[in-house]
C-alpha cells in the first residue's frame, strides 16, 4: 500500500520555541492531508485538514495562528507548532487519501513532541 | 457523519476470532462503514470497508446487518500482534478527500 512518512519521529523542545513536523506521501500524490493530535489514552482528534495550494482548514477550537499548516506540494504538508508549551505535548499524526476516489486513507507513524 | 458506538475494550484468546461489534443506528443510506486499526504509538491502518453486503479480505470479515444499523468486524484468527485499538467511523466514501472523525474505539486485548 501506499505510504506516508513523518519527520521527525520524535522531538523535545524548550517552551516557547516553534516546532515543524513533515509529512510526506512516498509514492503518491496528495492535494489532501489530514493533520490529527491523541493524547494518551485518547482517540485521535482531527486538528486540520491540508490543502494544496490553498490555505488549511482547521477544527473547531483549534488555533491556526499557533498550528501553522503548509502544503507547497503534492507530497509534503508540515505542521508547525509555534511558541510550544506543555500542554502540547502530544501525539501528531497525519493522513492523506491515496487518491480522491480512494478506498482508504494512508497513516504516518506520527511525531510525539514532548515539551519541557 | 453518522455517530457510532463500540464497547470500550474486550478480550480473546489467541487463536480464536475475535468478534468486535459497532452500532451506527443513524448511518445514511450513502455512508460506508470503515474500520480501522492503531497499534500502541502508531498511526491507524485500514482494515476493510463496506456499504451494506458483507465483505472479507486477507485480514478481516465485516458483517452489516441488513438494516445497517450494526455491524461486526472479526478477525478469524487473532494473533497477539492484533492487539490494538479498532476504530469503526461511518462516513460517504468516493469522497476520499473527506476527513476521518474517531471515536473512542474498541481496545482489543489477544491474550496466550
Known amino acids: 500500500g501506499a505510504v506516508v512518512s513523518q519527520h521527525p519521529s520524535r522531538v523535545i523542545c524548550k517552551s516557547g520555541t516553534s516546532v515543524k513536523i513533515e509529512c510526506r506521501s512516498l509514492?503518491?500524490?496528495?492535494?489532501?492531508m489530514f493533520w490529527y493530535r491523541q493524547f494518551p489514552k485518547q482517540s485521535l482528534m482531527l486538528m486540520a485538514t491540508s490543502n494544496e495550494g490553498s490555505k488549511a482548514t482547521y477544527e473547531q477550537g483549534v488555533e491556526k495562528d499557533k498550528f501553522l499548516i503548509n502544503h507547497a506540494s503534492l507530497t509534503l504538508s508540515t505542521l508547525t507548532v509555534t511558541s510550544a508549551h506543555p500542554e502540547d505535548s502530544s501525539f501528531y499524526i497525519c493522513s492523506a487519501p491515496s487518491d480522491p476516489r480512494g478506498d482508504e486513507q494512508f497513516f504516518g507513524p506520527g511525531t510525539r513532541l514532548t515539551v519541557l | 457523519d453518522a455517530k457510532t458506538t463500540q464497547p470500550t475494550s474486550m478480550d480473546c484468546a489467541e487463536g480464536r476470532a475475535a468478534n468486535l461489534p459497532c452500532n451506527h443506528s443513524?448511518?445514511?443510506?450513502?455512508?460506508?462503514v470503515y474500520w480501522y486499526r492503531q497499534i500502541h504509538s502508531q498511526g491507524p491502518q485500514y482494515i476493510i470497508h463496506g456499504l451494506k453486503n458483507n465483505e472479507t479480505n486477507e485480514m478481516a470479515s465485516l458483517i452489516i446487518t441488513e438494516d445497517r444499523k450494526s455491524s461486526t468486524l472479526i478477525l478469524p484468527h487473532a494473533t497477539l500482534r492484533d492487539t490494538a485499538v479498532y476504530y469503526c467511523?461511518?462516513?460517504?466514501?468516493?469522497?476520499?478527500?473527506?476527513?476521518?472523525?474517531f471515536g473512542t474505539g474498541t481496545r482489543l486485548q489477544v491474550f496466550p
Open positions: 509514492d503518491f500524490q496528495a492535494t489532501t
Open positions: 443513524t448511518i445514511s443510506g450513502n455512508e460506508y
Open positions: 467511523i461511518v462516513r460517504v466514501a468516493l469522497r476520499n478527500t473527506d476527513k476521518l472523525i
